[in-house]
């Protein structure tokens, strides 16, 4: 089974700084089905990015994906107040589809 | 608006079943695949199950395989988890989400539910 390893654990960050977070799988993902999810407190996650590069339906363009393979990157150009939150990295390539651990991104 | 409902959480005691069901609504059911992901207490996404639009494929975590069934009913907009066997570990949030359109499995998980709670105790 693949194993996605997301760093860093914790991210602190000030609105308007730009935020890069990292997902390593243990294995080549199939298609490069990798999806971000963001989730806050109280909150279901919400889907970001699919196919590691694809923003999702209503999604700012401030986020952004990148990589292939085994290593991806979410990046958020310029933090916004309401981007502090939980993200979780996804691959639905192979089951099972598994979630990375998380990276908390925090404000300064 | 596009939405799923979960509900049938409560609390069990260990050996105990729960069945949990989710509703879609605002979209076509059928012509997508489903998943379970549940959220132990203060812990990450964890992946428990996914089943294609026509039934015939169908995935579950290790950590659950043999003990939790997913099943759909397509005339009724719904998805189930029949849960057995229950553990202390299975303790959670359990969220419907909406997978992928057309045949499989594989697909982003694009729109989810608000979850259920399963609490497992003695």
């Known amino acids: 089974d693949i194993v996605l390893t997301q760093s860093p654990g914790t991210l602190s960050l000030s609105p308007g700084e730009r935020a890069t977070l990292s997902c390593r799988a243990s294995?080549?993902?199939?298609?490069?089905?990798l999806a971000w999810y963001q989730q806050k407190p109280g909150q279901a996650p919400r889907l970001l990015i699919y196919?590691?590069?694809s923003r999702a339906t209503g999604i700012p363009d401030r986020f952004s994906g990148s990589g292939s393979g085994t290593d991806f990157t979410l990046t958020i150009s310029r933090l916004e107040p309401e981007d502090f939150a939980v993200f979780y990295c996804?691959?639905?390539?192979?089951?099972?589809?598994?979630f990375g651990q998380g990276t908390k991104l925090e404000s300064k | 608006e596009v939405q799923l409902v979960e509900s049938g959480g409560g609390l069990v005691k260990p050996g105990g079943s729960l069945r949990l069901s989710c509703v879609g609504s605002?979209?076509?059911?059928?012509?997508?695949?489903v998943n379970w992901v549940r959220q132990a207490p203060g812990k990450g996404l964890e992946w428990v199950s996914s089943?294609?639009?026509?039934?015939?494929?169908?995935h579950y975590a290790d950590s659950v395989r043999g003990r939790f069934t997913i099943s759909r009913d397509n005339a009724k907009n719904s998805l189930y988890l029949q849960m057995n066997s229950l553990r202390v570990e299975d303790t959670a949030l359990y969220y419907c989400?909406?997978?992928?359109?057309?045949?499989?499995?594989?697909?982003?998980?694009?729109?989810w539910g608000r979850g259920t709670v399963v609490t497992v105790s003695s």
């Open positions: 989400a909406r997978g992928v359109a057309g045949d499989g499995t594989r697909g982003a998980f694009d729109i």
């Open positions: 605002g979209f076509s059911f059928s012509d997508y695949g």
């Open positions: 089943i294609c639009r026509h039934t015939t494929n169908m």
């Open positions: 294995q080549s993902v199939t298609n490069n089905y």
């Open positions: 196919g590691a590069s």
């Open positions: 996804q691959q639905y390539g192979s089951s099972p589809y598994i």
